[in-house]
């Protein structure tokens, strides 16, 4: 064979041969893993995972899983200091952690409804805004963003002839996830690192698979590709403390010893974990106020009968599942609790002043809701906090100042 036909071969082969494809990047974001450190994570299409580049050095990423059914993308991941300035990940822009965030975003149940009979129009910006909303609150500059859980809705196909949904991809697969979460949030997702709350959508019976492979903070496990449950941890930043605690299991109304005796063992867990002020992340509200068919009530059943002693190191409840803004305080019965489930699935309804209700045996000395999409920015106030409720054209609905235990929030 001749020199020139040996190059043509090589060419061709080179052409051809997948294994010399460059890798291209999908999605990526910045969370907080089980252990409280900063982690990269990629989306991959491609046979490796690419470097990162944190400022100007190479870091190796490793394989958290490989493409699998429903989920043809490499998942890759890395652990970074906490002082890296400037990350790129194939040329593209991670959010860099800071120890001490002062600007705060929560947000949640932020998909779009497609539920048998149950379909929200998922073009539609007015009717599915979570786009919206995650490009507002990026505009704000947060210096981490916390989701209550509940990122991916489109539980069942589109029905035939449905425009509010046509073309929706359904089920717990990448298609799925990231029409529901990974793109529309993509401007949120690299604006700031995250800290991850897992929804009873995530649960093993709906989109669990996709939540173990891409958003669960433990290590994957392709023998276990869904955890019933998940152990709570901490993120600890400057003097404040992220205890997350998964009760994505954890029914509203009905009780069972097994559940009880689990969220049991959960909340003790929570106290060992809480050892500076504390704010306990997770999905299901303790005692959140909803109206439903013109009825007012709340309260989750299971994790009362759990009997929730929480250590005076908690300072404030955070939650979604409720598709609402709410911020309640219950006196010296709980900590506060603010609500932030209205990202971008159907909206629920609750009183707008919530002063007086009794909700799972106790009286809420003040709280108030607010109707429609929107957001939470908080901020350093002192000693403080102050939380400023946005709605999905980023303008300012309520502010409220957090400190001590308690919620005071201004009026309309």
Known sequence: MTALRVLAAAAFCLAVTPAFAASELVARWMQYDAAGAAQARLVVDGDACPALT???????????????????????????????????????????????????????????????????????????????????????????????????????????????????????????????????????????????????????????????????????????????????????????????????????????PDLVALYRTQFAAVAPLATAPTWLLMHRPIRGIVRVKGLVGGGNETMLAAKPDLPASVELLISGHIHAFEAINYGEASPPQLVVGNGGDKLDTAPDDLTGIEVGGVTVTHGVSLPGFGFLLLTRSGSGWQGEAYDVEGKLRRTCAIAARQIVCDHD
Not at 122 to 142: G, I, K, T
Not at 152 to 165: F, G, I, S
């Open 54 to 256: 944190v400022d100007g050095k190479s870091v190796a990423t490793t394989q958290r899983a490989a493409p699998g059914a429903g989920f043809p993308y490499r998942i890759c991941t890395a652990s970074l200091p906490a002082d890296g300035r400037s990350i790129a990940a194939l040329g593209q822009d991670l959010a860099a952690p800071t120890t001490t965030p002062a600007r705060i975003i929560v947000l949640g149940d932020t998909g779009c409804r497609v539920q048998r009979q149950t379909i929200q129009a998922c073009s539609d910006p007015a009717a599915w805004p979570f786009a919206r909303v995650a490009e507002r609150a990026a505009a704000l500059h947060p210096d981490l963003v916390i989701h209550v859980g509940d990122y991916l809705y489109r539980e069942t196909p589109c029905p035939a002839e449905d425009a509010r949904c046509a073309g929706s991809p359904s089920g717990d697969n990448w298609a799925s996830w990231s029409a529901d979460f990974f793109a529309p949030g993509n401007s949120l997702l690299t604006a700031a690192p995250w800290v991850i709350v897992r929804g009873n959508h995530e649960d093993c019976t709906r989109a669990g698979r996709g939540w173990t492979r891409l958003l669960a903070v433990a290590p994957y496990d392709p023998a276990v590709p869904c955890a019933a449950s998940e152990a709570p941890y901490a993120v600890h930043l400057a003097g404040l403390n992220f205890v997350v605690m998964d009760d994505a299991t954890a029914p509203d109304l009905d009780t069972t």
